[in-house]
């Protein structure tokens, strides 16, 4: 029974209490529920001056005098109380206790009810209601009776009263809360813990150990040290904490020393064997698997090994010679080369370079977004495969590459057949791929998009904050936001620097665990360079992963940024690059002494004999977890079926959807941009007046109309979108054209079309006592579409669509699987009838 856990929690027993007005002999009686209205009442009497233990007391002892019949009766008349919406504490927890005592409990109900208690001045009273609703915890399964009462146990744990009420609310509510709430109930335990006030730093350690968070949270167990050597109750718990740990570490150590022998063993005894059987089956495949001719036995032993590692996790994996360089290209951001992003066009099938990186040499040189790069020295690119082309591209700074570039509107004979006038020499420099995208928003924030954890990304981020401060013409900027979306991680050691941008010095930032080495923890080693008074937002979404979620979780466990978008991935662990010996890479000439091969460096040694250098395979390993400052794993669990079984991940403060269109809608806008027109649109007006184009670039105030010509553009793309559908998809290619003019790249999220990034703005501002509507910019764009659309009904509307058109429209113009009117079909049969073979 639920009563006596409370009970032998509290360790106490109460005085006898008066005696009950109904006595036990009257409990087989007929009139069932007016008797138990009657003892109801008495009791709630009875109890009305009663303490917290008392009340306990009196509940298990009226729960034990019910009969079967009686106390399905009493469970009716104790439900109907709760739902009613009984506010006296007293008597909430008297109802309550004794109806966890009963059959059938609406946990739900009862933490909803037990919430209202919370209120009690009483700190005792409030106290025991913090204690039940932790003790019930895991039997609650509605989540919204759950969020209320972590939110209220929140309200209580920051209240100045108490300290052991503060400290039982607070670890309540890291039972039922979820991501936020309980990195706000951690926040509350780790303020006591850093108090000069030793009471208050015992209240957080023991609160912590209670939790079962001793070793996660640097200083809990020095505290508990402390205490361990002082007399009465605090002492006793600190000493039974630390001797439960001093067991777990001797069982941990004990557990891989056994794990070592027997991989020992294995090494020495099975492997013959175990071997024995992968030959067997290689010989097999190749004999008689129907293109076993055609498997060569590298390709093989790289599946087995593959296949024996994505059996341990997901991120685990095997790295071949040529998929190794290119995971160390991309982890180092580093290169030889033009400094171009490229890709082949799908449309014309010409290698083109899709945006230029803007500190480099090939802008430098004049070449820009959608170029074609048709030749290169004397070899045509034409049909030839992207990474042959990239290899040429590629190469020692200071060499020329020769390119001869092709451009839209250009004679088409001119690809195949390029003139000296198409030659534009670039010297190659050592590229540093940006990992940071940045712009200055209205009302100065500052807006930074981080992709990706490489090894130069912290300093991209300071580079990039100091830069959009000087922009604000401001000592400091209002608001930083820093866009973490898609970002799936890279180096941890990144994620420790760029947290430190934004924490004071000496901060845990996160801690990792393995089972064969100690525990490290990550700290800030400088003052932030983003002072405390400036608020700080992060954007996350269900592809930020691993360091994404160390520098998004560790600024929310420590309150200095309010998360916004979606739950991120839940990548807790930390994997090892281990290369397997005995292969070594190739030897090279380090020719800029940096540590490492670049692609134009020389091979001075070629052990397999094959011309190129080669590195020795790896595997990445899962070798440990990462645990958030306040204790928090966010990683993902899976059964060993692939089934979910926690979700893991961080969880936002503010959980905003990404603006959501109809498939209809989706098709026709991929249709519009296919036709390129939109694209040709914007070449041209830019070519015509860049500097009002680089306006609407910035802020086009969702007005389709400042867009020049608009009206005849949208009619000449005879389509069922509406006006700012197209004004939408227009902007895109503006901005794109606008990023080789403003000569860096924007960030990927628009702050005129981005609801995430929109709820992260009001955010900011909303600490500094601002709203969107007092910026023009931003109170123009932040209002929902449709309004836009209806405050500029009296626009000149554009000619009516075509009749395939308004078919296409009609089609699209139900839920999938729903017919359509009876005046919709007829008019949908006419215009069929209308339209000849051709579709005219």
Known sequence: MLSSVFLSLSALLAPATPPMATPPSHLGVNTRQDEVSEILEDRLEAIRDMDANGIWREAARVGGLLDEELGTAMDAALDARLKEGEDDPRRLLFIVTLRLDGEKVDHGLIATAATRALDAEDPDLARATADLLGAIAPDISDRDARAEAADKLLQRAGMKGAVELRVAAAISATRLGRGSQIAAARRVLASFLESADPNLRAAGALGFAEIGSIQEIDGVEDELARLSQLPGESGRLARAYLEQLRQDRFYESRLRR????????????????????????????????????????????????????????????????????????????????????????????????????????????????????????????????????????????????????????????????????????????????????????????????????????????????????????????????????????????????????????????????????????????????????????????????????????????????????????????????????????????????????????????????????????????????????????????????????????????????????????????????????????????????????????????????????????????????TRDDVRFLLRIDVRRRFQDLRGSALPTGDFAEDLQLQAAIENVLSKRDQAPGQIKEYAATFEDPDEREERMAGAPEAPEPSDLARARELMSSTAPGAPLSAESTEELRQILNGLDADGR
């Open 258 to 721: 056994m794990r070592r022998e027997e991989g020992s063993r294995r090494l020495t005894d099975a492997i013959p064997n175990d071997l024995a059987r992968i030959e067997r089956l290689i010989s097999l495949i190749q004999e008689l698997h129907l293109e076993g001719d055609t498997v060569d036995r590298e390709a093989l032993l790289e599946a087995a090994m593959q296949g024996m590692l994505k059996r341990l996790d997901r991120h685990s994996s095997y790295f071949s010679s040529e998929s190794y360089e290119k995971f160390e290209q991309d982890l180092e951001a580093e290169y030889g080369g033009i400094g171009a992003y490229v890709q082949n066009d799908p449309d014309d099938g010409l290698f083109t370079i899709t945006r230029p990186i803007y500190s480099g040499p090939a802008y430098r040189a004049g070449l820009g977004t959608d170029d074609k790069i048709v030749r290169i020295g004397d070899w045509p690119t034409v049909g030839k495969p992207t990474d042959e082309v990239i290899k040429r591209l590629k190469g020692k700074p200071g060499t020329d590459a020769v390119l001869y570039i092709w451009r839209r509107g250009m004679d088409a004979g001119l690809i195949d057949r390029p003139t000296e006038e198409m030659k534009i020499a670039v010297e190659r420099a050592q590229i540093s791929i940006p990992s940071v995208h940045s712009q200055l928003l209205p009302g100065a924030i500052g807006f930074v998009e981080l992709q990706t954890f490489s090894r130069n990304a912290a300093q991209d981020v300071y580079e990039a904050i100091r830069k959009l401060t000087r922009e604000s013409g401001q000592e400091e900027l209002n608001g930083v936001i820093l866009d973490l979306r898609n970002n799936t991680g890279g180096l941890l050691t990144q994620a420790r620097e760029v947290s430190d941008l934004f924490l004071p010095e000496k901060q845990a930032v996160v801690r990792t665990e393995s089972r064969f080495r100690d525990a490290k923890v990550f700290k800030t080693r400088g003052p932030a360079i983003v002072s405390e008074d400036i608020p700080v937002a992060v954007l996350i979404n269900r592809f930020s992963a691993s360091a994404s979620e160390i520098v998004s979780g560790a600024l929310q466990d420590l309150g200095r940024a309010t998360l916004v978008g979606q739950r991120s991935f839940g990548k807790g662990s930390v994997q090892s690059l281990i290369p397997l010996r005995p292969e070594r890479d190739d030897e090279y000439g380090d020719e800029n002494r940096n540590g490492r091969r670049d692609n134009w460096e020389p091979m001075t040694r070629d052990y397999d004999g094959d011309g190129e250098f080669d590195y020795a395979p790896r595997i990445k390993l899962t070798i440990e977890r990462y645990l958030l400052p306040l204790g928090r794993s966010i990683h993902r669990e899976l059964d060993g079926d692939g089934n979910i079984l926690s979700p893991g991940g961080v969880s936002p403060d503010l959980q905003v959807e990404l603006r959501r269109r109809e498939s209809w809608r989706l098709l026709e806008m991929r249709r519009i941009q296919d036709t390129r027109v939109l694209r040709e649109w914007a070449l041209e007006r830019f070519d015509e007046d860049a500097e009002t184009m680089g306006g609407l670039a910035y802020c086009d105030f969702g007005d389709p109309a400042l867009y020049p010509g608009f009206e005849d553009l949208y009619a000449s793309l005879d389509t069922p979108l």
